[in-house]
């Protein structure tokens, strides 16, 4: 039955699939995988399939490279913050003048103070007067 499932190319790690969502975005496909290890605990693995054509006409083949990113449950929050702050900083500075890209340090700085405003939108803040 092994033998079987390998050559059809079935993956035996799809059993463990909980939950799928696939995002088609141009040559692209997203898989986004929700799935549990052996102690039961989820994980979100995210696999982008791009098609690839090599040759021309009856001697094309089609196939398709793919790349995997396995993101646990600890790391949800970092990520989340993360891929905010890389898509608010390009609507934000989203322009055709590569003279306003700013230098890592730059970038650096801006991310810095953002994890502090956050930090303190977090905090209690109590203003007493006596």
Request: proline residues 1%.
């Amino acid at each position: 039955m092994e033998e079987l499932k390998k050559k059809m190319g079935v993956d035996m790690n799809d059993k463990e699939i909980v939950f799928s969502k696939s995002i088609k975005a141009g040559k692209r496909i997203y898989y986004l995988d929700v799935k549990k290890n052996r102690k039961d605990e989820m994980f979100l693995a995210i696999t982008e399939s791009k098609k690839v054509v090599m040759g021309e006409g009856d001697d094309s083949q089609v196939s398709f490279e793919k790349h995997k990113i396995f993101l646990y449950k600890e790391d949800f929050e970092k990520f989340t913050l993360g891929l905010t702050q890389a898509i608010d900083f390009i609507n934000l500075h989203q322009t055709s003048d590569p003279d306003c890209l700013l230098n890592e340090s730059e970038q650096q700085d801006i991310l810095l103070e953002e994890v502090k405003e956050e930090k303190l939108d977090n905090e209690i803040k109590i203003d007493i007067d006596f």
